[in-house]
């Protein structure tokens, strides 16, 4: 008895990783995925490693060389206080992918326990956390980040709160939505009957089987995170100088447009690649882990 | 002489009619989360909000006064009540910084953001729906990659650095378009391809997709048996079916675009609602703040409800029960 449980456990062990080699070989023959991977690795480099790949302070001004047209010295040239754009850009990458990191963590924090909860639960619960997401998702997004940061005031941590607060409301309906579907599936219904507690429940049975959405939405959220950030910057109410942050570069480079021109192109070309790495990663993930797109 | 159908009264879809109230009422309860929203954005600040808005030179007697004026001197829940009575009549308060009521500065400027949105809702579905339904119409060739990927470039792309390349292009190296500013019809193009291309992105794969389905259903199949024209498959059979998610996500993007316009107005000095609101938070002028977001969300709600409307109309098995 005990022998041809444990072979059927090996069994599925073997076809839960040859399903996952499937979708892995899957994500592999997306080139437009590894595209994405390739430009989330090189963003993951320079953000890692950007004070040994451009060390010095970015934010020492150089007024003698201000706004300075891309040379062997300032490969891209450089801002109306003299500093490198590239150097800039480089130790900008670290800022944003602090932020990214913080907003995603943020909203995972908040919107998965409550959509579990809200999706598990239903009734009273559901109906409240369900009406505070429609208030939330009344606002489009951005706007809802730049109220929140008009209350809490400008700066890094802020921004990192109102963006992050921003998209809880987009992971409350995302596991709702999952937890409704898995809720009434046997094995949870099984779980029940056999006196599980409803945590265990939600952390065992339903929150391995709302993965997968969840995966995708960090990847795209990442990618938003960054747009709204680089958005709050650039409106001069996110992080502000002389903290090199990609949207307030943009922001300030805005006055020099008609004389120099590539102090706000370079910073916005880095956002761009960030977010499209992040994007193409996700819709890759969502085209080999999502069952749906078997079709 | 008239004929008499002429006088007699259109005919009342009592079950549209018992929907539309039945929609009017559910979004209640967002109004009312709007307006908790609004109210505690005002107690969340830090300090004192009379003092905040009196500003850091105002004499003791001018915080009190404004303490007494905005009712925050009285128990929080008749302040609550205050301010929806307020609410209800559209009475915002006055701007910090102008002293004008808040009503009239916003509704100065909505007509600009009301024109901004739709100039580029319209640009975003004509180009869009076409590259959509082209794209789905020949899948997995190069034309469909090329739709994809300027569709994933235009979700990638910073809205405001477009803004400003357009303005590169076309104010400082061609010199054809003005850089900002309104008054011409020379003033929108800019701002509003900027806007579109942050939607027609959305509208061109929602179209994809929702084509690709339609076209690989029975009908469609059926249609083509029957021996009909490419083009008579594709629009009248085709289409007409995905129209429903299409409109779902025009609709969707319309809010978006709202989120953009605050990004667009500040690149092109557009005067409108999101350049207000800009302005106001650099400010700190709360009350203009709280008008124009209160503004934001109703034209929101009101466009979602008028996309269920529509719905009707291109799909006339929904039924509104």
């Known amino acids: 008895m005990t022998e041809k449980k444990k072979s059927n456990e090996l069994q599925s062990y073997w076809s839960g990783n040859r399903e996952l080699r499937r979708r892995w070989a899957k994500l592999r023959r997306n080139k437009a995925a590894l595209f994405g ?45 003299g500093r490198s ?3 800039r850009i480089v130790h900008g990458s670290r800022v944003s992918l602090l932020i990214a990191i913080g ?26 956390i369900q009406r505070i997401t429609d208030t939330m998702l009344a606002f489009p997004g951005f706007l809802l980040a730049l109220a929140l940061v008009a209350v809490l005031g400008v700066g890094l941590k802020n921004t990192v709160i109102s963006v992050g607060i921003s998209m809880v409301p987009i992971y409350i309906r995302l596991v709702r939505g999952c937890v409704l579907s898995v809720r009434e599936q046997v094995y949870v219904e099984a779980a029940r009957a056999l006196g599980t507690r409803d945590v265990a429940i939600l952390m065992r049975h339903i929150l391995p089987n709302v993965m997968v959405p969840i ?3 960090t990847s795209l959220g990442m990618g938003t ?25 943009l922001g300030s480079g805005r006055a020099y447009l008609f004389h120099a021109p590539h102090v706000a192109t370079f910073p916005g070309i880095a956002i761009f690649l960030a977010v499209l790495g992040f994007n193409l990663s996700g819709d890759g993930l969502r085209e080999a882990l999502d069952p749906r797109f078997k079709l | 002489m008239l004929s008499c159908s002429r006088l007699v009264a259109p005919k009342i879809d009592w079950n549209m009619l018992r929907y539309v109230i039945k929609r009017l009422i559910s979004t209640l309860p967002v109004l009312i989360g709007i307006s908790f929203l609004l109210f505690f954005m005002l107690r969340m600040l830090p300090g004192d909000p009379a003092q905040v808005l009196a500003g850091q030179m105002a004499t003791p007697e001018e915080v009190q006064n404004i303490r007494h004026q905005l009712g925050l001197d009285r128990p929080i829940f008749t302040q609550y009540a205050l301010f929806l009575g307020r609410l209800v009549r559209f009475d915002l308060g006055r701007s910090a910084r102008t002293q004008n009521p808040v009503i009239e500065e916003v509704w100065a400027r909505l007509p600009n953001t009301i024109l901004l949105a739709v100039a580029a809702i319209i640009l975003a579905c004509l180009f869009g729906i076409p590259a959509g339904i082209l794209s789905a119409v020949r899948p997995y060739t190069w034309i469909d990659y090329l739709v994809t990927s300027m ?50 992105a959305f509208i061109a794969r929602m179209t994809r997709a929702s084509m690709m389905e339609a076209l690989a259903q029975d009908y469609t199949t059926t249609a083509r048996s029957k021996g009909l024209k490419e083009s008579v498959v594709v629009v009248k059979h085709a289409l007409k079916n995905a129209l429903i998610p299409i409109i779902t996500v025009v609709g969707l993007q319309f809010g978006l675009l709202l989120g953009g316009a605050v990004l667009t107005e500040t690149v092109f000095a557009w005067p409108g609602l999101g350049r207000l609101i800009v302005d106001s938070i650099l400010a700190r002028d709360y009350p203009v703040i709280q008008g124009a977001i209160l503004i934001f969300g109703l034209l929101y709600i009101l466009v979602n409800l008028m996309v269920d409307l529509v719905y009707a109309f291109v799909d006339p098995r929904i039924r509104y029960d």
């Open chain 1, 37 to 81: 991977g390739v430009l989330i690795l090189i963003y993951l480099f320079t953000a890692l490693f950007g004070p040994i790949l451009y060390p010095g302070n970015p934010s020492a001004p150089n007024l003698i060389r201000s706004l300075e047209t891309p040379s062997r010295q300032h490969p891209l040239g450089t801002d109306e206080l």
């Open chain 1, 225 to 249: 995170a960054i747009l709204f950030a680089a958005g709050l910057g650039f409106l001069g109410v996110g992080v502000q100088p002389p903290t090199p942050e990609w949207g307030a570069m």
């Open chain 1, 103 to 128: 907003v995603v963590s943020l909203g995972l924090l908040l919107g998965v326990p409550l959509g579990l909860v809200s999706g598990y639960y239903g009734g009273k619960v559901d109906f409240g």
């Open chain 1, 85 to 87: 754009i590239l150097g």
């Open chain 1, 215 to 217: 995966t995708v939405q």
């Open chain 2, 151 to 200: 569709a994933l470039f235009g979700i990638s792309m910073p809205v405001f650095w477009l803004g400003l390349m357009l303005v590169v292009l076309f104010s400082v190296i061609l010199q054809w378009l003005p850089a900002g500013g309104t008054g011409t019809w020379k003033h929108v193009i800019l701002p509003s391809i900027t806007l579109a291309a942050f939607v027609v």
